[in-house]
């Protein structure tokens, strides 16, 4: 057993107490009723990368939570008793990427994920601390960038930017590594055997070695559609997980539908771009729309509503009962009901040769992640004169950017402000 690094200070978030709470003995006793109890040697993995999720509890002893990565182990945190496992990964029913490990000789509560969510469906008390703390985990996971993939890529490919817009969008922890920037990743282009034509090259779980991959083959690769079941038929069948479609799952399966959403990107659609939503009732100070699709995603789920990811639905039979919405990989799902929550699709601009270069220069609804690519500029211009304008010169401006200017004269006090 290797020794692990101390090198992720898990345990010095904000909110500490929140993100890895200590529960009471009657809360424990309230789990272990959903659960067994089983004693634990030092050096046991209970869980390691890949594999389907379980809930434990610790009751006695100690227990690691630790990042891998080749023969490398870091400690993310350590559990003391009361204190429970898990993220939002438990929710969806995809696999791990962490190891647990106990440290010493101890007793654990272990619970599988359908009880769990038995669990957070009926036990209010509970279901918001774990709730809080399953979110408030993968928030910390994507910021420390603790997860099983590595995005090896080129701010100056689309593709980078597809890739890397598909897994922040889908809240998955990754690190990337910007070839242009970092010269030691020839190392790991050599040690996986990839040249740089097959760039951006994504290694997952540090085994599989993908290509240049479609947003579906990394959606394989990470199983975010493993927990599915299409083929028994829904009650209700969602296409689009934007706040229309989210908002519908949330309430179809809180009344006790069979729900299943479609999506084709990621949860959150248009608004999960958005930097800071000021008009959405109940949020008076704001939400990022990350957040808010983060949010809505669990929520959803926490009803048991079933969100497949990277699937596009391309064809609704609706003369035949149940209905058959036909998915862009052949696959077929049937329905005794169907809400269509698509959304909109924007204009593109009608400049030749401009689809070349989308994505390289050219970007539709500018977020945090391209504002990456362009930091070092002192200026930023836009040919839409909406008030996305206004507060896209102030969420994007980079820190060491003196100004911010607009193409549109009609915002120039919001831009010159800065
Ligand atoms: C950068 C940005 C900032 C914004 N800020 C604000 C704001 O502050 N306040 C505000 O009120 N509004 C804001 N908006 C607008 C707001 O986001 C949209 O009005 C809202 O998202 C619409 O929700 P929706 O669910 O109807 O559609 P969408 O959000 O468009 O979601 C539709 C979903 O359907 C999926 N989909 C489409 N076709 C298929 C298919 N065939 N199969 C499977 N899935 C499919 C898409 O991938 C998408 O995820 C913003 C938009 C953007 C882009």
């Not at 993100?19 to 003995?25: I, K």
Request: glycine content about 10%; hydrophobic content about 40%.
């Amino acid at each position: 057993m290797a020794e692990p690094i101390l090198g992720i200070p898990l345990m010095l978030v904000n909110r500490a107490e929140q993100v890895f709470p200590t529960l009471t003995e009657a809360q424990v006793a309230r789990i272990a009723v959903h659960g067994r109890k089983r004693p634990v040697q030092p050096g046991e993995v209970l869980l390691d990368l890949g594999d389907q999720l379980r809930f434990f509890v610790v009751t006695k002893g100690k227990i690691d939570i630790l990042s891998v990565s080749g023969s490398t182990e870091s400690l993310i945190v350590t559990l003391t008793p009361g204190q429970f496992t898990g993220e939002v990964n438990l929710l969806s029913g995809r696999r791990g990427f962490t190891r647990i490990r106990a440290s010493e000789p101890g007793e654990v509560i272990e619970v599988d994920r359908e009880h769990l969510l038995k669990l957070i469906q009926t036990d209010t008390e509970l279901s918001d601390i774990l709730m809080r703390a399953f979110i408030l985990r993968r928030v910390e996971l994507i910021s420390h960038q603790i997860g099983d993939v590595v995005l090896l890529g080129s701010t100056y490919s689309p593709d980078t930017l597809r890739i890397r817009e598909f897994l922040t969008r889908n809240g998955y922890p990754h690190a990337y590594i910007d070839l242009d920037k970092n010269t030691d990743a020839q190392e790991l282009l050599d040690r996986f055997h990839v040249g740089l034509q097959d760039v951006p090259v994504v290694i997952c779980r540090g085994k599989s070695v993908l290509r240049n991959p479609t947003n579906g083959e990394i959606a394989d690769c990470l199983g975010f559609n493993e927990a599915v079941d299409e083929t028994h038929p829904r009650d209700l069948v969602i296409v689009g997980a934007g706040p229309a479609g989210l908002a519908a799952a949330v309430y179809g399966a809180s009344e006790g539908l069979d729900v299943l959403v479609i999506e084709s990107q990621a949860p959150g659609g248009q608004a999960g771009s958005s930097s800071k939503i000021e008009n959405y009732l109940g949020f008076p100070t704001g939400i990022s729309g990350q957040a808010l699709a983060g949010r809505a995603y669990a929520q959803a789920q926490k009803f048991g509503a079933q969100i497949m990811i990277a699937k596009r639905a391309k064809r609704l039979a609706c003369g035949r009962k149940p209905y058959a919405i036909e998915l862009d990989d052949g696959q077929s799902v049937s329905t005794r009901a169907v809400v269509i929550a698509t959304g909109a699709r924007y204009r593109k601009l009608s400049i030749d040769s401009a689809a070349r270069f989308e994505g390289a220069g050219i970007y539709y609804g500018a977020t945090f992640v391209e504002s990456q690519l362009c930091c070092k500029k002192k200026w930023l211009s836009s040919v839409a004169g909406t008030p996305q304008v206004k507060r896209l010169c102030f969420s994007l401006k980079p820190p060491n950017a003196s100004t911010c200017w607009c193409a549109r004269t009609d915002w120039p006090q919001a831009c010159r402000a800065i």
